[in-house]
């Protein structure tokens, strides 16, 4: 799929909690790390011509930096905000900031579970939202990331 000699850097951000993935509600969110997400996509990412940077913080400030950080180093963006999906303005200005691909991830599907997940406040300003496929999710959103930027 690449086609040009130099990879495009994506950033790949992971909210609160999800440092716990493996641990945490695996009835939920399956059995899988997130060290294992992340060498996953990076390996798919070479692939797809992509250099695949991983982040994970529980803190909203460290994510909006991060965000702000990627408007002149990345060519594409996967966020899974995890709970501040549902709360955080601070992070959704952020993603106003970015003139670039944002593909808002989310490993469960969201809006089978408690209302309160129902409602996205970054939903509106990503480019696409993946939802309820489970860590597979992650690839997903990869594969699509690249095609979206290749057709730029
Ligand atoms: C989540 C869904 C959120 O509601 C929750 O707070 C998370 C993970 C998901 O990936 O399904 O932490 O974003």
Redesign the pocket.
Known sequence: MAQSKENSNVLVIH????NMLGKREPE??GKTTLDEINASLEKLGKRLGLTVEAFQSNHEGAIVDKIQDAAVTQKGLII????Y??TSIAIRDALLLLDIPVIE????N?YK?EPF?HTSVISDVATAQI?GFGVQGYRMALEALARMIQNR
């Open positions: 909210g609160p909690n999800l939920i969110y899974n905000p995890a709970a999906t549902h991830l989310h490993i469960s969201i579970r997940r939802a």
